[in-house]
């Protein structure tokens, strides 16, 4: 563990990529697909983009820092929130100045721009609170506990560049599983990061969700890759939500890992038009009994279906079927 000679924050720091938006040769712009990065696994996968010829990836940003203890304490002056995006194969650095949102000064925003050029393989974002502490500038008060991956080739954003899902038989494997044996898949919450497990017993699952097969069932295996990541979602909110620390006042905190970046990406489709610390609150009081918790639960399937894109999936599935059943006609 490190010591530091001057006082550094005790709360935590959490930042998460909102939005990326990729520059072409022609000085065009587009949005890079939301499936393209992942709160959980904290990576942008820029592989996952439309257009190849693409030059710059500029990222939105969102990090929350402990305002509070900030102001209680009073140990730092010219408070300043920085990204930083750097890659060791390249030596390439950026740094971007983030700028206070709101009145309770717990979110900072801004983007930070990313030259392909400068790049090979992947890049890590992580986000530091600078300030002056008993007179020096620019010390390090608090970071980003895990850093984000900015990965260059990726299809998919996960850290561990291998998809989180196992395939196994609910009849015949570990005794939990097997109460689940009807079940096409499940989302296992219980270890550091949330897996899927699909179920072997389900003849032909496995090649559906693998893209294998006829044209059919490779749009059939499209929409159930989206109705799985839904359901993901749903998942790790209900993990996120159910494991918060409470302050004394009553007040709930945003979990430092995945679970806070998840509840900061689901709150505002839950609870339209709050912030998010007044979101979390009305969640938390709803599931805790001072509210109708079986209310909400129509606006949590609705934030799950965006993120992983139902609608979209689903349209084009019909879209698809439907060229599919013209071109047996023709």
Same mark, same amino acid.
């Given at each position: 563990?490190?010591?530091?000679?001057?006082?550094?924050?005790?709360?935590?720091?959490?930042?998460?990529?909102? &939005?990326?938006?990729?520059?072409?040769? @022609?000085?065009?712009?587009?949005?890079?697909?939301?499936?393209?990065?992942? !709160?959980?696994?904290?990576? !942008?996968?820029?592989?996952?983009?439309?257009?190849?010829?693409?030059?710059?990836?500029?990222?939105?940003?969102? &990090?929350?820092?402990?305002?509070?203890?900030?102001?209680?304490?009073?140990?730092?002056?010219?408070?300043?929130?920085?990204?930083?995006?750097?890659?060791?194969?390249?030596?390439?650095?950026?740094?971007?100045?983030?700028?206070?949102?709101?009145?309770?000064?717990?979110?900072?925003?801004? +983007?930070? +721009?990313?030259?392909?050029?400068?790049?090979?393989?992947?890049?890590?974002?992580?986000?530091?609170?600078?300030?002056?502490?008993? /007179?020096? +500038?620019?010390?390090?008060? %608090?970071?980003?506990?895990?850093?984000?991956?900015?990965?260059?080739?990726? @299809?998919?954003?996960?850290?561990?560049?291998?998809?989180? !899902?196992?395939?196994?038989?609910?009849?015949?494997?570990?005794?939990?599983?097997?109460?689940?044996?009807? &079940?096409?898949?499940?989302?296992?919450?219980?270890?550091?990061?949330?897996?899927?497990?699909?179920?072997?017993?389900?003849?032909?699952?496995?090649?559906?969700?693998? /893209?294998? /097969?006829?044209?059919?069932?490779?749009?059939?295996?499209?929409?159930?890759?989206?109705?799985?990541?839904?359901?993901?979602?749903?998942?790790?909110?209900?993990?996120?939500?159910?494991?918060?620390?409470?302050?004394?006042?009553?007040?709930?905190?945003?979990?430092?890992?995945?679970?806070?970046?998840?509840?900061?990406?689901?709150?505002?489709?839950?609870?339209?038009?709050?912030?998010?610390? @007044? %979101?979390?609150?009305?969640?938390?009081?709803?599931?805790? /009994?001072?509210?109708?918790?079986?209310?909400?639960?129509?606006?949590?399937?609705?934030?799950?279906?965006?993120?992983?894109?139902?609608?979209?999936?689903?349209?084009?599935?019909?879209? @698809?079927?439907?060229?599919?059943?013209?071109?047996?006609?023709?």
């Amino acid at each position: 563990m490190r010591v530091y000679p001057y006082p550094r924050l005790t709360g935590a720091v959490t930042a998460r990529v909102t &939005a990326v938006r990729l520059r072409g040769p @022609d000085d065009t712009r587009e949005y890079l697909d939301s499936r393209g990065y992942s !709160v959980v696994e904290q990576v !942008v996968a820029l592989g996952t983009a439309e257009r190849a010829d693409w030059r710059t990836a500029r990222l939105a940003l969102t &990090a929350t820092v402990p305002a509070r203890e900030i102001e209680t304490k009073g140990h730092w002056s010219d408070i300043a929130v920085v990204a930083v995006l750097t890659e060791g194969a390249t030596n390439a650095r950026t740094v971007s100045r983030l700028t206070p949102g709101g009145e309770s000064g717990r979110e900072w925003t801004g +983007e930070i +721009e990313l030259d392909r050029d400068d790049h090979l393989d992947r890049a890590s974002l992580s986000v530091h609170v600078v300030a002056t502490v008993g /007179g020096v +500038e620019g010390r390090i008060i %608090a970071s980003t506990d895990q850093e984000w991956l900015i990965d260059m080739t990726a @299809d998919a954003p996960l850290r561990d560049r291998q998809l989180d !899902v196992s395939t196994v038989s609910f009849a015949r494997g570990a005794e939990w599983l097997r109460s689940f044996r009807d &079940a096409p898949w499940i989302v296992d919450t219980a270890g550091r990061m949330p897996t899927v497990r699909l179920n072997s017993d389900f003849e032909g699952l496995v090649a559906l969700v693998a /893209g294998q /097969g006829s044209k059919v069932e490779s749009v059939v295996g499209e929409m159930l890759l989206a109705q799985m990541c839904a359901d993901v979602w749903t998942a790790v909110f209900h993990t996120a939500i159910g494991d918060l620390e409470i302050e004394d006042d009553g007040t709930p905190l945003f979990p430092p890992d995945w679970r806070g970046a998840v509840l900061r990406e689901m709150l505002p489709d839950i609870v339209p038009g709050r912030s998010a610390e @007044d %979101a979390l609150r009305e969640v938390h009081i709803r599931r805790t /009994g001072e509210g109708s918790w079986a209310e909400l639960q129509p606006r949590i399937q609705y934030a799950a279906a965006r993120r992983a894109e139902v609608p979209k999936a689903l349209a084009g599935t019909v879209r @698809d079927i439907e060229r599919l059943d013209q071109e047996t006609h023709a």
